[in-house]
């Protein structure tokens, strides 16, 4: 019975959440999505890696706005490493609680959290996969998420996540309000 209440609670706090998130979205400015792909530009791919995807983007002004850019390099043929950074509350929403501490571990991967730059987020890896990901709310605004496929681990993303302007992605935050 009690497990029915806190599922009631999660599930009615949840739909609130998402109701807000979608109110603020539709009254906040996104950051244009070259803006955006300004923080991309500067990244190099690592060592022995190139650029398969330069760095594009979308802007969408409707009822929900949002805004995105991403990059992609390769390595060979079964390694790859994306980077998207999103404006939009809608999307910041289910990870509101990355910034607390926490860890898990299992034969099948591992989740923990990470701090890049000052920023707290959560780094995940599944073995079987040898897929990866970084995510870092940013500003309270700014989803920020760094994908590896193909390795053994994301030390790759994780340079690379020191490498991107965070601060400078933070201050675009008090642009689109």
Same mark, same amino acid.
């Given at each position: ?6 599922? /009631?609670?999660l599930? =009615? ?6 109701? /807000?998130?979608?109110?603020? =979205? ?7 999505? +070259?803006e ?5 530009a ?19 002004? &409707?009822?929900v706005q949002? *805004? #995105?850019? #991403?990059?992609?390099?390769? %390595? ?7 980077i ?5 509350? %809608? ?5 509101v609680?990355?910034t607390q501490? !926490?860890e898990?571990? &299992? *034969? #099948?991967?591992?989740?923990? *959290?990470?701090e890049i730059?000052?920023?707290?987020? !959560?780094e995940n890896?599944?073995h079987?996969?040898?897929r990866?990901?970084?995510?870092l709310?940013?500003?309270?605004r700014?989803?920020v ?6 390795m ?12 991107l302007?965070? +601060?400078? /992605?933070? %201050?675009?935050? %008090?642009?689109?309000?």
């Amino acid at each position: 019975m009690l497990q029915r209440k806190i599922h /009631l609670h999660l599930g =009615t706090a949840g739909a609130i959440l998402m109701v /807000l998130a979608t109110a603020l =979205t539709i009254w906040a400015e996104p950051v244009h999505f +070259k803006e955006l792909m300004a923080i991309l530009a500067p990244i190099e791919p690592p060592q022995g890696w190139e650029v398969s995807q330069k760095p594009k983007g979308t802007t969408l002004k &409707s009822p929900v706005q949002i *805004s #995105e850019a #991403e990059v992609e390099f390769r %390595a060979g043929d079964q390694k790859t490493v994306e980077i998207r950074i999103i404006d939009s509350v %809608a999307a910041m929403m289910p990870y509101v609680g990355l910034t607390q501490q !926490m860890e898990m571990e &299992s *034969s #099948e991967g591992y989740m923990k *959290s990470i701090e890049i730059q000052g920023f707290k987020g !959560m780094e995940n890896f599944k073995h079987r996969d040898k897929r990866g990901e970084i995510i870092l709310p940013v500003a309270g605004r700014f989803l920020v998420t760094l994908t590896v496929t193909g390795m053994d681990n994301t030390e790759v993303i994780k340079g690379l996540a020191g490498k991107l302007d965070l +601060k400078k /992605l933070a %201050a675009l935050a %008090a642009k689109g309000k």
